[in-house]
């Protein structure tokens, strides 16, 4: 049973840093790529940061380029996502998401950036 896990989210002032961790289980890691979303409230969700499977190249939106770092750990199956200089505007359910066939999603971690 594929199953992914957030957690790391909490409260942070503005220019605070949190890690985020996705833990998977239920399929082998090492063979997909991993996406970062987030949600903010009354907008859609959008892709933040994505690690690719097989060279570990990354994405990042343009409004976390230098702020958010993703990482993969296949050995322990986790992904992170390191994110620095945090503003009031990265306030959203933060999603991890991996396509297997289908797209399976985290039950999401809250991240609130705020003084």
């Known amino acids: 049973q594929v199953q992914l896990v957030e957690s790391g989210g909490g409260l942070v002032q503005p220019g605070g840093s949190l890690r985020l961790s996705c833990a998977a289980s239920?399929?082998?890691?090492?063979?997909?790529?991993i996406g970062w979303f987030r949600q903010a409230p009354g907008k859609e969700r959008e892709g933040v940061s994505c690690i690719s499977s097989s060279d570990g190249s990354t994405y990042y939106a343009d409004s976390v380029k230098g702020r958010f770092t993703v990482s993969r750990d296949n050995a322990k199956n986790m992904v992170y996502l390191q994110m620095n200089s945090l503003k009031p505007e990265d306030t959203a359910v933060y999603y991890c998401n991996a396509r297997i066939g289908v797209v399976y999603w985290g039950q999401g971690t809250q991240v609130t950036v705020s003084s």
């Open positions: 239920g399929f082998t890691l090492d063979y997909y790529a």
